[in-house]
């Protein structure tokens, strides 16, 4: 840290302090070490701090430029400037004490001017990496490459009309996973940001799938060739920079993994805002992947429900987060994956604390939902009702035509049957969410 | 037509007027004997005309009720007015000169007070349709039963809580089915209209979806006891009127029939304003159905694009009905499916006529969107930059990739590989944009 | 009570019971005497039960039909059918304690075959109203008039294109604003609920924009002529059931009445589900009608936000009514307005109790969202950092240029001056987002 | 033209070739010395180029960025530089045989250290321009500052918490606007594109709104002293990139325009991208702005109705622009307004003439659009019927009502008046939605 060394106010570790803490830096609900359904809060959160929007972006949006003026984007030496970048980032990851952190090739090593040189690059801020994570808390929840901001990938990756681009993403990906199996990650994502396209009146949807299945298979297949023990993790997107992207939302995501038969060895990273542009709830995403048993890893954000592009802002809305957190942990809560800051400060907050207050304040959200979600299984609030709701389908006729045991003619001569008069019930579903507040 | 003699004004049916007709019921594009890339256009677009929408729905909204007044929706014996409602749909298929019809079976015949009197009051009615369709022109596009509209279904029908519902609507589905397959139907639809859910709260996914796979499959087995021989359509929607709807997309779908085994049996039948509810273009919802082998029928209608609830108008956009019909007949245009008009007339056009009138300009738009699709074709106006845009695909490192030749570590090397530098190509979109206004 | 003894299983008024109250019908939050800022909560909040969603909806959809089944909408004589309704509807009001209601003209009393019939009608149940509002607690918040029910309003009422239909409208909102002022209601409401279009082909934007205009002085002129003291209300909403609704948000509703000059007798109702449709965040909306002056009352209730369409349902996300409440009570509260539940239960929920669980939730709710608003208010949490943000323009040069005291050229030379160079400041959005999650 | 003698393909001006040319650099439509209803085809559309997206975008997006490396872009001479982008938006300008072309400050001239630099910088550029006009056809239709590119600039100019950021915006401002009146402009535009907020947290509405008219005022005072002729035009934008922007559609800055008095000197520049990003269709935005009598001119392009961002795409769509046109033409024409290429090819069009097809293929759009509106206004196929639709209210008692001839309680009586029974008539939307296709 001698480079950059004021950068942030704080210079201790944000601690948990109690609700009623005045400190506006320190947890109110993040107490990690605090057990609740036989986990500690730390190891059901699992946070990572992502490298792209905290230490990469420098606030510009389609209609402006910079606004953070970070002294590590202004230089002429690009490797001493991802170096500084390095040290920022692992003195933040140091203050929240975080137990991840996430990170695209590119955001961590500048790219030269062949793939040789961005693979050497990469390689030596590994190195530094490697480094700083043997005296640190972080570890690696998950590494990628950026295959969506140059040039060459405008008209996509994997789903380039050009094989040469596809075969340059090839080289791209394989240093970017040993980086990631180096450092011990726990997962690889692959992102398909302009894998999608933008007119139907240039594209061969059927090829550009097929290309794309072939793509993932490439790469897993090379990460059981080095041993790499995690699962690769696509992540659902419906749109945005493209017109349409082919990994729109999970139930989409299933349908390709099971045409190119990758259920096996993908899963998905589910973010919030993601879910919301495709009009889905983010519980619906998350519920959705866990009943089709492809849940993976969440990046955790929030967008704005009014607003039709990702804002990726920080999570902070607790009763929503309480019914994701609610499903989650019903489902068995992460293996492998965690909540991955994608989200990202607002180009208005250029203090570099806002940084941190943004992180705490999600944080303690998250913690707060995880508390609630958990005291609601224990009462279960809701689980109790919804298994009275069902209860027909367990007992034995639901039980027999779950099984195949009845035809189509078996049922219909049921219920033609005299008296056979099958009432609704209530749904009760303002009783349930008069419940719920109860929680939150 | 004793009982309604004079509904319609007109008393001839709607005939080819030529381009410059004055006779506002005359088409002027819809030359149905016209002969495009082998096929007349009558075979091209296999018009249907939709029950529920111009015979049964009276005009009412959310806000608002009756506008319509149809004297068959005023009186005390239901089978009467069934009867006069099939004499005026009859009608209007005989004036539009359309090849084929559709229906639920509660637009065509009345419940009873039982199951039982359901069938066969459905079973009357379609006595006087077979004797109705022998001396007419008009054949059965598909049928379909109406599993939303009582409120025994308002929880769903095959995923309902439950399983003595699920039941009910098995009696239902194999009677329409039934009589689908009496009166020669070319398909026989499910569309999941309550399939999905208000509320998470209440609601198990995971157990909602097997039901949903086993009801499908149930139909599927008697579809073959039977000998029906045309495919189950079922019909993407993503809400509407329930928060989710289990069949929301052409993906989704997909996914759904690979995961209970049912590509072989089951298409889809896709609609405009479905897909454009679900953030899809029309455009994109056909040629992924073709891309994935699922494609079926059409539900021709248009919805409105600021607007977020299904308005079923009436299709007239022909700039958006060229690209689908492009990519239709590319793809070998329609086998069992057609255009059914699952579209409604305003609830403020409340003339007989303006029937007749919606029909027309959305048959003719339609014709002009196909021939316009054929000239593109015949041109290769579009197929031709396509083929060439991906021709290094074609070449031979394209195919030896796609075939399984190359792996992740071959790809890698070449590309880092002195000088490989692959450059991006425009994508002309805007060319291309003004090339089809040429033809539309 | 005679007539429907035991339609509620509850009996006696909901009543506070503390947070931890186990008891699923008490009031966990809204302790209805406590004083925050120098009122009651039940003077803070004015809570009506709404007549229309909670007596008169049967539970139907677009896709499907009647679902509650009430006893008061099955019979044959529809005055007494209206009593009985009038008697469930007061035994509500008396359950949930609430201070106030609201209905439309056809809410409470059927229409009669002629205009005249519907307003003895109407009469005589006002006369019914006054002898059980004389015995009760409950007041009368608001009246309207229902111009959009009926057919001959399908292409609106003010501003129809046909006089006679705008002067049957007139004849309609005389007899519904009379009783209003009979029952001392405190507001007067006109929704334009069909004050729109469904296309611009057939319509005449300005001549109905002046229709509207017109329609609106006319009930002011006699509001003021029978003394009706209290204001008329008009409320935004942006579509549904037309295309296009004249009042389509607040900045619209303002624009109007300056363009009619009607700012001094007409205030807004703000309805969440209307601002979110109309794009804005019911904050915003709640927010801007009161920076303009035109701030009258609200409609509560919550939309989808993924949804296209008006669900109503009951508020039950307590972040969002804190900040809405922040601003009111900043504002100085209601004076004639109050919180409408123009709310409805889902169709599924079925039982008679759940509208008491609805109406106890989402008081709660609101209770519990004030009490957090009252203490941010309290402890200046927002107004001290927006009063900082704003600080210069509360200084002299500040107040210069906004007092006209500075030419575009005076500001333009100071600007040019050498070292003149403004930065920008930090908008801690994310600091104040959490700070907010400690008071709700 | 000797810095950059090659850059576009073509050499010669665009011609028109008539609708059978086979070149794709010719116009089929526009055949500008056509007269129709008495006006040339150019004098009706009033073409603009407009700098920012045509020679100053580079063909990022916020996932990636630089595409189209166009040579002005590179290079260490900033006013070098603006120089040779002056040379090519001439050359273009002259190849599209253009009326006339836009600018904002920073698009034409470097900014520099101090607002004096940047201000001699935009004099110098614009010398260049007023020589290079002298001898070209082009002129300019308007001029603007850019008010929300610098991070200055990041919470609003006009509307900015500090009066200091105010105050250099008007130094902005009066250079811009004084260049403008140099070179001729018609029109001088505000667009306030951060002139909103991004939470309502840190935000003081009632005061940001009075600063901005407060803003708009000093210009207005400054346009009148030194004699600039034109008007000013502020454009309505909803959202993007604030979360919420003040103009925010036509309607909300009509009622901006009366609070702050300022609807003598003030006319609305429209854009298709944000009408439907408001929610509206264009035709509604236009319509609106007419019969307020605030149309200015348009910006013209297209978004994606499925997109929540503005594409600003060319406008292709023929039948979407017949109906705006139908609109202008009916409402008498552009006075000092024209139709603005706020358009800008997609980043993947990276060949130099895809800047040259994307403005023929909108321009022939536009003409074609509007030869059908000018057809439909000679047949009165709209204008017609929405005539006799309205035909009541040019009847007596249709005028004594909107002349305050009637009170309410007149009308009223009327009403009651036995007999009184007024019939909706049917509003023929498909019959004339098929009528509009004959001419499209």
Same mark, same amino acid.
């Given at each position: 840290?001698?480079?950059?060394?004021?950068?942030?106010?704080?210079?201790?570790?944000?601690?948990?302090?109690?609700?009623?803490?005045?400190?506006?830096?320190?947890?109110?609900?993040?107490?990690?070490?605090?057990?609740?359904?036989?986990?500690?809060?730390?190891?059901?959160?699992?946070?990572?701090?992502?490298?792209?929007?905290?230490?990469?972006?420098?606030?510009?949006?389609?209609?402006?430029?910079?606004?953070?003026?970070?002294?590590?984007?202004?230089?002429?030496?690009?490797?001493?400037?991802?170096?500084?970048?390095?040290?920022?980032?692992?003195?933040?990851?140091?203050?929240?004490?975080?137990?991840?952190?996430?990170?695209?090739?590119?955001?961590?090593?500048?790219?030269?001017?062949?793939?040789?040189?961005?693979?050497?690059?990469?390689?030596?801020?590994?190195?530094?990496?490697?480094?700083?994570?043997?005296?640190?808390?972080?570890?690696?929840?998950?590494?990628?490459?950026?295959?969506?901001?140059?040039?060459?990938?405008?008209?996509?990756?994997?789903?380039?009309?050009?094989?040469?681009?596809?075969?340059?993403?090839?080289?791209?990906?394989?240093?970017?996973?040993?980086?990631?199996?180096?450092?011990?990650?726990?997962?690889?994502?692959?992102?398909?940001?302009?894998?999608?396209?933008?007119?139907?009146?240039?594209?061969?949807?059927?090829?550009?799938?097929?290309?794309?299945?072939?793509?993932?298979?490439?790469?897993?297949?090379?990460?059981?060739?080095?041993?790499?023990?995690?699962?690769?993790?696509?992540?659902?997107?419906?749109?945005?920079?493209?017109?349409?992207?082919?990994?729109?939302?999970? =139930?989409?995501?299933? $349908?390709? &993994?099971?045409?190119? !038969?990758? /259920?096996? #060895?993908?899963? +998905?990273?589910?973010?919030?805002?993601?879910?919301?542009?495709?009009?889905?709830?983010?519980?619906?995403?998350?519920?959705?992947?866990?009943?089709?048993?492809?849940?993976?890893?969440?990046?955790?954000?929030?967008?704005?429900?009014?607003?039709?592009?990702?804002?990726?802002?920080?999570?902070?809305?607790?009763?929503?987060?309480?019914?994701?957190?609610?499903?989650?942990?019903?489902?068995?809560?992460?293996?492998?994956?965690?909540?991955?800051?994608?989200?990202?400060?607002?180009?208005?907050?250029?203090?570099?604390?806002?940084?941190?207050?943004?992180?705490?304040?999600?944080?303690? =959200?998250?913690?707060? $939902?995880? &508390?609630?979600?958990? !005291?609601? /299984?224990? #009462?279960?609030? +809701?689980?109790?009702?919804?298994?009275?709701?069902?209860?027909?389908?367990?007992?034995?006729?639901?039980?027999?035509?779950?099984?195949?045991?009845?035809?189509?003619?078996?049922?219909?001569?049921?219920?033609?049957?005299?008296?056979?008069?099958?009432?609704?019930?209530?749904?009760?579903?303002?009783?349930?969410?008069?419940?719920?507040?109860?929680?939150?």
């Amino acid at each position: 840290m001698n480079a950059l060394p004021k950068f942030f106010g704080a210079a201790d570790p944000v601690a948990y302090g109690g609700k009623d803490a005045k400190n506006p830096l320190a947890f109110r609900w993040y107490d990690k070490d605090r057990v609740v359904r036989g986990k500690r809060l730390e190891d059901h959160l699992r946070f990572a701090v992502c490298y792209w929007h905290s230490f990469c972006w420098p606030g510009g949006d389609p209609f402006g430029g910079e606004t953070f003026l970070r002294p590590w984007h202004h230089g002429t030496d690009a490797m001493a400037m991802a170096r500084a970048k390095a040290d920022i980032a692992f003195e933040l990851f140091r203050l929240l004490d975080v137990p991840f952190f996430t990170f695209h090739d590119v955001d961590a090593a500048p790219e030269g001017a062949t793939l040789a040189e961005s693979v050497a690059n990469l390689n030596a801020i590994g190195d530094i990496f490697e480094k700083k994570m043997a005296s640190a808390k972080v570890r690696l929840l998950w590494g990628t490459a950026n295959l969506f901001t140059h040039r060459r990938y405008m008209a996509g990756a994997a789903t380039n009309p050009d094989p040469d681009i596809f075969t340059y993403a090839a080289g791209q990906v394989r240093a970017a996973l040993e980086v990631t199996n180096r450092l011990g990650g726990q997962n690889y994502v692959l992102w398909g940001g302009r894998e999608g396209y933008e007119t139907l009146l240039n594209t061969d949807l059927k090829r550009e799938l097929d290309q794309l299945g072939r793509f993932v298979s490439l790469v897993v297949e090379h990460k059981h060739k080095i041993g790499f023990k995690g699962p690769l993790l696509i992540e659902p997107k419906p749109k945005e920079p493209t017109k349409h992207q082919y990994d729109f939302d999970v =139930a989409t995501c299933y $349908g390709f &993994l099971q045409r190119y !038969d990758l /259920l096996k #060895d993908v899963k +998905l990273n589910i973010e919030q805002n993601h879910a919301i542009l495709a009009g889905h709830s983010f519980q619906h995403e998350v519920a959705l992947a866990q009943a089709l048993g492809v849940f993976g890893s969440l990046d955790i954000n929030r967008g704005d429900d009014l607003l039709g592009w990702d804002t990726d802002q920080f999570a902070m809305n607790v009763p929503e987060l309480a019914l994701v957190f609610h499903d989650l942990i019903k489902g068995g809560g992460f293996t492998t994956g965690g909540l991955n800051f994608d989200a990202k400060i607002r180009r208005q907050s250029i203090d570099p604390d806002d940084l941190i207050h943004a992180h705490v304040g999600s944080m303690d =959200a998250c913690a707060r $939902g995880l &508390l609630a979600a958990a !005291d609601m /299984l224990d #009462d279960e609030a +809701l689980t109790g009702p919804v298994a009275e709701r069902y209860a027909g389908w367990t007992a034995s006729e639901g039980q027999a035509i779950m099984a195949g045991k009845r035809s189509l003619a078996d049922l219909a001569d049921r219920a033609l049957a005299s008296g056979f008069d099958p009432q609704p019930r209530s749904g009760r579903q303002e009783y349930l969410e008069s419940l719920v507040n109860r929680y939150v």
